[in-house]
């Protein structure tokens, strides 16, 4: 269960080329700058994304449905704009050790250390939920995402072939990765 500590997570800190940023969980609040910034994503991004984030409705959804104990939504905002967002989902059942990770930087904020801090805040956010690892899928095609996803310690498992269906119908490889973030129980 999501608690009041959860909720009051903040990370502030500055990047190598002084932008001030906070990190810190979604609020309702939150509804025009998180459409702000998912409104403005490209074609070329968004189809690779799961969601059509162009839509209103759909990013507002967002917002509208928090439900915190089944996906923990992170933003990094600088001056007012929401720069980042990272959300943290859950599962039930024999999944409930593991959580999936999807995250999204604006263009302009890519390369320049947010990244990195996201996922810290996201790993405190699973470590505290006792969370074995942190999952990824992403389309084989963005190669250098996926090298800056390993430079954040996941590792790729696996390939799904022909897992992704890009909104013209073309059909994509999903790369699968794990990261480790708690050892698993050891037998004695
Ligand atoms: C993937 C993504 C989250 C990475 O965040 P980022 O802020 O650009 O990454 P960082 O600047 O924190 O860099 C993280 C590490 O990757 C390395 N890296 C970053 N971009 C890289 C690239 N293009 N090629 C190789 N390594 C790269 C960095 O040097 C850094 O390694 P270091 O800590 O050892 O120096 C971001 O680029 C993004 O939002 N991409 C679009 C959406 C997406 O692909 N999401 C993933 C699917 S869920």
């Known amino acids: 269960m999501v608690t009041k500590e959860d909720l009051l997570y903040r990370m ?3 990047l190598k080329d002084g932008a001030r940023v906070l990190i810190r ?3 309702k609040e939150d509804k025009q700058a998180l459409l702000d910034l998912f409104l403005n994503v490209s074609y070329e991004d968004r189809r690779y994304m799961r969601h059509n984030v162009n839509d ?3 990013v507002s959804s967002f917002v509208d449905n928090l439900d915190y104990d089944r996906i923990f939504p992170m933003v990094a905002v600088v001056n007012d704009r929401i720069v980042g967002d990272a959300t943290l989902h859950f599962n ?3 999944a409930r050790h593991r959580g999936e ?3 999204f930087l ?3 904020f890519r390369g320049r250390g947010l990244g990195n801090k996201l996922v810290q805040a996201i790993t405190e956010i699973a ?3 006792s969370l074995y690892m942190l999952e990824v899928q992403i389309v084989r095609d963005l190669t250098s995402d996926i090298k800056a996803l390993e430079r954040l310690g996941f590792e790729t498992v696996c390939i799904f072939e022909d897992y992704f269906m890009l909104p013209d119908g073309e059909l994509k490889d999903i790369v699968h990765m794990i990261n480790r973030i ?3 129980v050891s037998e004695f």
Do not use: C, N, Q, S
Request: glycine share 4%; charged share 35%; no cysteine.
């Open 101 to 103: 990770l999807r995250i």
């Open 127 to 129: 470590k505290r939920r």
């Open 12 to 14: 502030v800190f500055t």
């Open 25 to 27: 969980p979604l609020v």
């Open 56 to 58: 209103p409705e759909v």
């Open 92 to 94: 039930t059942g024999t």
């Open 182 to 184: 708690r050892p698993p």
């Open 106 to 108: 604006a263009k302009d």
